[in-house]
């Protein structure tokens, strides 16, 4: 066998440098009677066809207007879709995610809705199929939320999802709610008790105007616009001091219900105008450390998280053939599993980080502070902070808290992916006001998307039932991102 190797490679050096040899004789081989001569290692070098400099020219217009060494265009580059298939996938999904079928919605060929999410970044009020890309853009949003809120698989990708919310929003159009999996098994609807406990966060994941966005995120919106809109709203001079609260961003779900009694009384996840999903396998728990001595009942909001640790122990406990794949996934799988039955062994591997209330007394500061004694957090989370300034002094210390936050969250036993910034005064609050569920005095500062490097093991073009073409470049190891295994990614989709 190795003597055919060596028979092989031998051939193999004699053509390449036969091909080098008719290069320095002038004796230039052709490609097909073409007069094509190749270079020292015997390739061709083709010119770009006019269809390739166009596409070339497209890309570069994706890449953001921060690189400066390509020429930024406001004008997003036009992207088709297949209408009709774009609704008919959606219409499906909306089907299997009222079933509670999440994982017959995540089979759908997706590549359609991904165009179009491509194609409503320039969606603008005066087009004539306005109202129609909104309510596609409304029921993308419905479903996505509903995957996050109550399975533990996500529907698509964070970057279409938040680009089309984002632009969705800088639009004025209120941001839809999930759809509540009415035919999913024991789960029981209750009626929503807090409606201001079931809140967004715009984000951003850049600081200054002028920073670098992240690659593959067309949202531009900064901290520093953000700060404008509240000076502007609030009627403020720049050289006016405000009081800014900063939070870590946790990865999890959302919890809301009833503190009375230093317990968790009807927890629900965040639901609908009107409904919910009681989580009972929460009703009741103790969530106060301290002896209180005070009767005050108020609703509270957690973020509902897991540790990396917990992640694996709860898989194991679980008996899962893979573990969760990511700290998320496991907190939506392990409260799903508790909405649908009670299991107290699972408690232990939650953790519940307060993040607003509602029916409690006292400022802002005083409400955060007070329900921080109902949380249930590991040693090593960070805490929140207060900073003071006029508009250039605290874009200056978010940054530094930014940055801080961002040089130990490798370190921490849980997952951030960013800071949230809140207008601490109650009166600006108000006056800022909500649009829709999104509270319009806060944003959450984003984490740049995270990258990895893998090996290509080999590549499978795979076909679709729609005459698609897809191009899947499988590795040699797992690339892991976010604490998400990878083996595979899709590089080409094409009819």
Do not use: W
Not at 104 to 121: I, N
Not at 372 to 398: A, T
Request: with cysteine; aromatic share 8%.
């Amino acid at each position: 066998m190795s003597k055919k190797i060596n028979q092989k490679e031998t051939e193999a050096k004699k053509e390449s440098t036969k091909g080098v040899t008719d290069i320095l004789t002038g004796n230039v081989p052709t490609v097909e009677g073409s007069k094509l001569p190749r270079d020292n290692n015997g390739f061709v070098s083709l010119k770009r066809t006019a269809k390739g400099e166009a596409a070339i020219a497209a890309i570069k217009r994706k890449r953001s207007k921060k690189n400066a060494d390509v020429e930024s265009e406001p004008e997003k580059p036009e992207v088709s879709y297949d209408e009709e298939e774009v609704k008919k996938v959606l219409d499906a999904a909306v089907d299997f995610v009222k079933a509670g079928k999440y994982k017959k919605a995540k089979e759908l060929d997706l590549t359609e809705v991904k165009k179009f999410c491509e194609a409503f970044l320039n969606v603008t009020p005066d087009d004539k199929e306005y109202d129609h890309k909104i309510k596609l853009a409304m029921e993308l949003m419905a479903i996505g939320k509903s995957f996050y809120e109550y399975s533990d698989l996500e529907f698509i990708d964070d970057a279409h999802y938040d680009n089309v919310r984002n632009k969705y929003q800088k639009l004025g159009e209120t941001e839809p709610i999930g759809i509540i999996p009415k035919g999913a098994k024991n789960l029981q609807k209750v009626e929503l008790t807090y409606p201001t406990l079931s809140n967004n966060v715009d984000k951003a994941y850049i600081i200054r105007a002028d920073d670098k966005v992240p690659d593959g995120v067309k949202e531009s919106d900064s901290v520093e616009a953000f700060l404008k809109r509240v000076y502007k709203n609030l009627d403020l001079a720049k050289t006016e001091e405000i009081e800014l609260e900063i939070s870590p961003k946790l990865d999890g779900v959302s919890v809301n219900g009833t503190i009375k009694d230093s317990m968790l009384i009807n927890p629900q996840t965040r639901g609908d105008e009107s409904e919910s999903i009681l989580i009972k396998g929460l009703n009741g728990i103790d969530v106060c450390d301290k002896d209180l001595k005070d009767d005050k009942v108020f609703g509270i909001q957690y973020e509902c998280f897991v540790t990396d640790e917990d992640r694996i122990k709860a898989s194991e406990y679980l008996k899962l053939d893979n573990p969760y794949v990511s700290c998320r996934h496991a907190a939506a799988g392990i409260t799903h599993r508790l909405a649908t039955m009670e299991d107290d062994d699972l408690l232990e591997f939650l953790s519940f980080y307060p993040i607003a209330t509602e029916g409690l007394e006292g400022t802002y500061a005083e409400r955060m502070d007070y329900i921080q004694s109902f949380g249930i957090v590991p040693k090593d989370m960070v805490p929140r902070k207060v900073i003071k300034g006029n508009f250039d002094e605290l874009l200056d210390k978010i940054v530094k808290q930014y940055n801080r936050l961002n040089d130990i969250r490798p370190e921490l036993s849980y997952p951030v992916d960013g800071m949230v910034i809140t207008v601490c005064d109650d009166d600006y609050q108000t006056r800022l006001g909500r649009n829709g569920r999104t509270n319009r005095f806060q944003i959450a500062m984003k984490f740049d998307p995270v990258s990895a490097t893998a090996i290509v093991d080999h590549l499978d073009l795979e076909a679709g039932d729609k005459g698609y073409r897809t191009i899947q470049v499988y590795f040699k190891e797992d690339a892991i991102i976010d604490g998400v295994r990878y083996d595979h990614v899709p590089v080409l989709s094409a009819a």
